[in-house]
């Protein structure tokens, strides 16, 4: 029976939480299996899975699909899914999957479509699947895919005898080291003839002519005539094998010219130059390249989902598990990364109409998400960051700027910062996207008149100065259509206007020309397709430009560096939050609340501490000089840099305790991230080897430690309440909740591969049944095991399912205002008729609740976590919270 006959009402049960498994070999479908048991004790909805459509060998997150119709083997196939599936019915859970529409990863021929791709070039029935420039400015580059994955020059690989040309049966391939290739079927057909020829073999003569005029066999360029290149060549491959296993003589003969092909290096030279690809040294990325990527990964290309056809193809195995009822709903990942994301939504929301739909859009915190979206909402971010931002005290921003600046000398202006990053990457890393942009600009200045005499460096100039001061990861304009929004134009106004303000050096009438353009005032072929790929760069520009380098370069407070979030805003009000929350239960009741995702650069846990330290700048100022000055011993000359050595104590405040092997994997990541002394396309050995020198000798020093461990003393304690009050937060604002494996107790993460360390769940679901038997007190008392947060969950999600009406579409959102000398440090708000969250926030030397109060509204109303019950009118604070950090009140029934 589908799993969603089972359930009464799908909307009623994501009024409860998702929890997210990552999955990977050593945690395969077996192993989730084992945990549905705990999780739905714990009171969990659905399991949220990350993507397990066949990825690449060797994958440890699931985001390099290889084959969308076919389940991971090493995850445990198809039998391994049906039967996590059938778990989940037996108890009643759903089941939500993160799917990958963007793009696909193109290792060896384990994606079949990629391979037959390089094979046949546009004659391949799946070239059309891929977003390829096959008419790339460079003439070399015309019609071939540029595949940068060589040591060195061609010319020199081919002469060191690193390229060969293998025979397998009916099939070649090119090698290098341990990398394989297609090879075109009519480029060896030259080879084949002399073969013959050798071999007195009219049968191969034969094979090789019809090798030679193959692509001569098709009428047309279509759908069909695709196919029926794909059956020739198919054909003629299965009659060399035949041939060559029937006739050992013509195989050896074939295989005797082969060798001899390899042993010139012209000839490997002249077959090279004759695929549907070009190999090239690794650096040529940065400025050729010929596909959209993900970002700047080389090995995987984006998809065109937007195509019908392939939108089909890559999402069947998906709808069929929604049609079936065996998924319940999907993540999107990368949404910004589609060509039209409003259009892959209706076509989805179309092909499974009852499915639960979230994005993974990160929204600035000015900006809201796209109402032509059909869509239940975001995957969190734009929550973890405002609820976030609750627990920074804005007055500790001056102290800590001027701290940030006094030690390492760096600038405080995050929005300089970004612009220096922006045009970083968009130099060293995304130049080849860039170039194809410029490439389309010169055309089109070419059909006007007016614009023609501009210099192709002028406009490459001016592309780049736009995208790097783009405010938001991408507009929505819709080219083809014709639609531009008000917000999309205003944001491309403000883009355009700062480019101009940093760089005068512009053509005032270029800028103006780019803006009719982005705006669709100028039309047509061209202009559409560059406004499209443009709106694609910009979301990889700010991923590459600020998520991974401008957050990894500025260090202020680090618990800010976080996706979709803002270093520059320093805290977040409790008015900005009510407000975020009573517009969300109006637009987005079901949209996604996230506090850790398997792509924050910190657990939860780890920025709550951090985020204290804002509460404490003068304690943390003297902690810090002092550290410094005692670890100064440790410096090799001038590395590491001071940035690092700041970021290295927040990140001990935010982790300990910590070993030196995680502490120094992360460290060398975070300067390769930043690209300053350092970086992963040119490493810096002197640099990284002084930098691991330090962080080791650091954590070695034992009076160091004992220093920080004094300090984390008088931060733990408002720190934990802090974690406390975010728990209680997602699980009872407007949406829904979800939560990162592991989460249930103390996070301690930082970004992946950090976060994606095995799980205790046998210790989480001990905890869990010795939890019942505890007092409010008790639970208090093994605070150090993460035990209150574990009760929290437990106790908001049976909440969450015993007042159903108050949660979801229909339960109301009010916010609740204390009064007295501490208001401000309380956020308190109400979820329907019958329940209240209560939780606290900035403790740190903020003195005791005496004098402040919350009106509670008419009833009985019984504390969760305490089983208090309290009158209706006027609470103290200090009693409600004097049990236990957080509260959670339900109205009482009336007898």
Not at 31 to 56: F, K, N, T
Request: glycine share 6%; hydrophobic share 40%; charged share 25%.
């Amino acid at each position: 029976m589908p799993l969603r006959q089972t359930l009464e009402d799908l909307s009623l049960l994501l009024r409860l939480a998702t929890y997210r498994l990552q999955l990977r070999p050593e945690f395969d479908f077996e192993a989730a299996s084992e945990v549905v048991d705990y999780l739905r004790e714990l009171g969990i909805s659905h399991v949220y899975c990350s993507p397990y459509l066949q990825s690449a060998p060797g994958s440890t997150h699931g985001y390099d699909t290889v084959d969308y119709h076919q389940v991971s083997q090493e995850l445990g196939g198809e039998e391994g899914r049906k039967k996590l599936v059938q778990k989940l019915a037996e108890v009643g859970l759903g089941q939500v999957l993160d799917i990958v529409p963007n793009h696909m990863a193109i290792t060896g021929h384990y994606n079949q479509w990629w391979w037959d791709t390089l094979e046949n070039g546009q004659a391949s029935r799946y070239a059309p699947y891929f977003d390829i420039d096959w008419n790339a400015p460079e003439e070399r580059l015309r019609n071939k895919v540029l595949l940068p994955i060589l040591e060195d020059h061609s010319g020199r690989v081919i002469e060191a005898g690193k390229l060969t040309l293998q025979r397998s049966e009916g099939n070649f391939v090119l090698r290098y080291y341990d990398h394989t290739f297609p090879v075109a079927p009519e480029s060896v057909s030259e080879l084949l003839e002399s073969c013959a020829q050798r071999a007195g073999s009219p049968e191969l003569s034969f094979l090789a002519d019809a090798l030679a005029h193959l692509r001569q066999s098709i009428a047309a360029t279509n759908w069909a005539g695709l196919n029926a290149h794909h059956r020739n060549k198919e054909t003629i491959r299965r009659l060399l094998a035949r041939l060559c296993s029937e006739r050992p003589e013509i195989a050896a003969a074939i295989d005797s010219g082969v060798a001899a092909l390899n042993a010139d290096s012209d000839r490997v030279d002249a077959l090279l130059m004759r695929q549907n690809y070009r190999l090239s040294r690794w650096r040529t990325a940065a400025t050729e390249i010929v596909y959209r990527r993900f970002f700047d990964i080389n090995s995987l290309v984006g998809v065109r989902v937007e195509d019908e056809f392939v939108f089909a193809d890559t999402h069947a195995l998906i709808l069929q598990w929604l049609r079936a009822g065996q998924l319940d709903g999907v993540r999107v990942d990368h949404a910004d990364g589609l060509r039209d994301p409003a259009q892959y939504f209706r076509r989805l929301r179309s092909a499974a109409p009852e499915a639960w739909v979230v994005a993974e859009k990160i929204l600035q915190p000015e900006e809201s998400l796209a109402d032509d979206w059909t869509i239940s909402g975001t995957t969190g971010y734009d929550f973890l960051n405002l609820a976030g931002g609750l627990f920074v005290d804005p007055h500790g921003e001056a102290p800590l700027n001027e701290l940030y600046r006094v030690f390492t000398g760096e600038p405080v202006d995050f929005g300089a910062i970004v612009y220096e990053k922006k045009s970083q990457v968009l130099r060293d890393i995304l130049g080849g996207d860039v170039n194809r942009l410029t490439a389309l600009l010169v055309q089109i200045c070419e059909e006007h008149r007016n614009y023609r005499d501009y210099t192709r460096h002028e406009l490459h100039q001016a592309i780049r100065a736009v995208l790097a001061c783009f405010p938001v990861y991408r507009t929505y304009v819709r080219a083809e259509s014709g639609e531009v929004s008000q917000a999309d134009s205003q944001t491309i106004s403000r883009a355009l206007d700062a480019a101009r303000a940093l760089r005068a050096d512009l053509d005032e009438r270029l800028i103006d020309f780019l803006r009719d353009i982005l705006t669709l005032q100028v039309r047509g072929a061209l202009e559409n397709e560059f406004v499209m790929a443009f709106q694609q760069l910009t979301a990889a520009t700010m991923a590459k430009g600020v998520e991974d380098t401008a957050f990894y370069s500025y260090f202020r407070l680090i618990s800010l560096n976080e996706v979709g979030g803002n270093p520059g805003r320093f805290g977040v009000s409790v008015e900005e939050f009510h407000k975020w929350c009573s517009e969300t239960q109006a637009r987005q009741p079901y949209t996604m609340l996230s506090t850790s995702t398997h792509d924050t650069k910190r657990g939860e846990d780890v920025r709550s501490r951090i985020s204290a330290l804002s509460e404490m700048a003068p304690a943390w100022t003297e902690a810090v000089m002092r550290w410094t000055a005692a670890n100064a011993l440790y410096r090799t000359g001038d590395m590491p840099d001071r940035k690092a050595e700041y970021l290295l104590y927040q990140t001990l405040v935010g982790v300990w305790p910590i070993s030196v092997e995680r502490a120094v994997e992360y460290m060398r990541k975070a300067a390769r991230e930043g690209k300053e002394r350092t970086s992963w396309v040119e490493p810096n050995p002197a640099y990284e080897e002084a930098l691991e020198k330090f962080v080791a000798s650091v954590l070695g020093d034992a009076a160091f430690v004992a220093d920080l461990e004094v300090f984390l003393e008088l931060l733990l304690p408002a720190a934990q309440t802090s974690s406390l009050a975010l728990a209680l937060l997602k699980l009872t604002a407007p949406g829904v909740p979800d939560l990162y494996q592991g989460c249930e107790l103390w996070d301690l993460n930082l970004v992946d591969p950090d976060n994606r360390r095995p799980v205790d769940f046998a210790l989480r679901l001990r905890l869990l049944s010795e939890a019942d038997q505890l007092t409010a007190e008790q639970i208090m008392a093994r605070a150090g095991e993460g035990l209150p947060k574990l009760w929290i969950i437990r106790q908001a999600l049976r909440t969450r399912a015993a007042h159903s009406q108050c949660f979801g579409a229909e339960g109301a959102y009010s916010a609740l205002w204390a009064t007295g000398p501490k208001a401000g440090s309380l956020v308190a708000f109400r979820r329907g008729e019958d329940v209240i969250t209560v939780v606290p926030r900035l403790l740190i030397g903020a003195g005791s609740w005496e004098g402040s109060s919350l009106e509670l509204p008419p009833g009985t109303w019984e504390n969760q976590f305490t089983g208090e019950r309290i009158g209706e009118g006027k609470a103290e604070i200090s009693a409600l919270l004097s049990r236990f950090p957080v509260a959670l009140l339900t109205r009482v029934k009336s007898e």
